[in-house]
């Protein structure tokens, strides 16, 4: 069985793609229409989620893959860091926070000689 | 926005949905996809099989560990459990999402064809604009965004796909880092309750620490950890407040 073989590669995307991902949406589904919007309990339910969407970003940030996994971690923090201040020093404009980061990164590539 | 009874119909909040390709949030996450693109091109994963993940998984972390799975020759419960266990998250997201959207008539058939479309970035996008759109017509200015999203990053990987492989690498990498910053800016700008600033803050930090603790199980961990730190810290301070006045 390998990768290739037409309608097992799309067995295996079924199974370990979209089974593997909408069982825990349906999940949320039946726990969120249990949920009164000004309860205690939703807020505990934000935050866990908003917790586990900045750890995800963290880890991209930290460990990243591809072309990033081989560039400095001084830069990716520093890019993080000029972002932030930028973010805030713009009345919290996520546009030119993302894009003051996105150049130091640009820079900091090409300034290594990627 | 106007906020009274009768403004626009179902449909107009459908379309008004689907403008929403046009925003930021979207732009941003067609970007991201173009990087993920590359990374499959570079995989050799065949361009129909990464339409069809795009439209069946949706969530991109969960596609790159498919893939990661794949391509380190994983059998089939392997890539299942390590796509599963980083999948966990999108159960408080939707959890969150859903009393935000639904009204009491809300089938709940509905809603679960419809949560298929949550990601991070349709997440945040619905939890930033919905406020501002009336309650018995989020669901169908939801469906409309998450729908036409899913749709769009489909044909994008279907078209881009063979030319991708032979990007300049500073592109590349930029392309990778947009969705970290993307979601930490939109995140923070667009949080309506304090919990989430303490969550998002204290989430950034547990992350790297659990990963270092328990690599196995390091994002749930940080999540419910992390989370349920932030929430104790600001009820604690909420309810000081509270008392003192």
């Not at chain 1, 199974?15 to 009164?36: F, S």
């Not at chain 2, 119909?9 to 949030?25: A, E, V, Y």
């Not at chain 2, 994963?45 to 799975?69: D, H, R, T, Y």
């Not at chain 2, 945040?124 to 729908?147: C, D, K, N, T, Y």
Request: include cysteine; proline fraction near 4%; charged fraction near 10%.
């Amino acid at each position: 069985m390998s990768w290739d073989d037409g309608w097992w590669a799309y067995a295996f995307i079924a199974i370990a793609g979209w089974l593997a991902t909408d069982l825990w949406r349906w999940l949320g589904v039946l726990a969120g229409n249990r949920l009164r919007e000004d309860s205690e309990a939703l807020n505990w339910v934000r935050a866990v989620a908003t917790a586990l969407v900045a750890a995800v970003v963290a880890k991209l940030i930290l460990y990243p893959t591809g072309i990033l996994e081989q560039s400095p971690l001084w830069l990716r923090l520093g890019a993080i860091a000029v972002g932030t201040a930028a973010f805030f020093g713009s009345r919290q404009r996520p546009a030119v926070g993302i894009g003051t980061s996105i150049a130091v990164v640009a820079a900091g590539l090409f300034w290594l000689g990627f | 926005m106007d906020i009274s009874e009768n403004e626009g119909t179902r449909k107009d909040w459908f379309l008004t949905g689907m403008r929403g390709i046009f925003s930021l949030p979207a732009i941003i996450l067609m970007l991201s996809f173009v990087g993920f693109c590359a990374f499959t091109a570079q995989a050799g994963v065949p361009v129909e099989q990464v339409v069809f993940m795009v439209g069946v998984v949706w969530a991109l972390p969960a596609k790159v560990i498919l893939v990661g799975s794949i391509m380190g020759g994983a059998n089939l419960l392997t890539a299942f459990i390590a796509v599963t266990l980083s999948s966990i998250r999108l159960m408080p997201m939707v959890a969150a999402l859903i009393p935000e959207i639904r009204t009491a008539r809300t089938p709940t058939w509905l809603l679960l064809f419809l949560s298929h479309f949550v990601a991070i970035t349709a997440w945040v996008f619905a939890m930033e604009r919905v406020q501002s759109v009336p309650r018995q017509h989020r669901i169908a200015f939801f469906a409309g965004f998450g729908i036409t999203l899913v749709l769009t990053n489909m044909a994008l990987v279907a078209i881009v796909y063979r030319f991708v492989a032979d990007f300049p690498p500073i592109i590349a990498g930029c392309l990778f880092f947009l969705t970290p910053v993307y979601f930490l800016a939109s995140i923070w700008s667009s949080a309506r309750h304090p919990v989430i600033y303490v969550a998002l803050i204290i989430g950034l930090a547990a992350g790297p620490l659990f990963y270092w603790l328990a690599p196995e199980f390091d994002i749930l961990l940080a999540g419910v950890g992390g989370g349920t730190l932030a929430w104790a810290l600001e009820r604690n301070w909420r309810l000081k407040r509270s008392a003192r006045l």
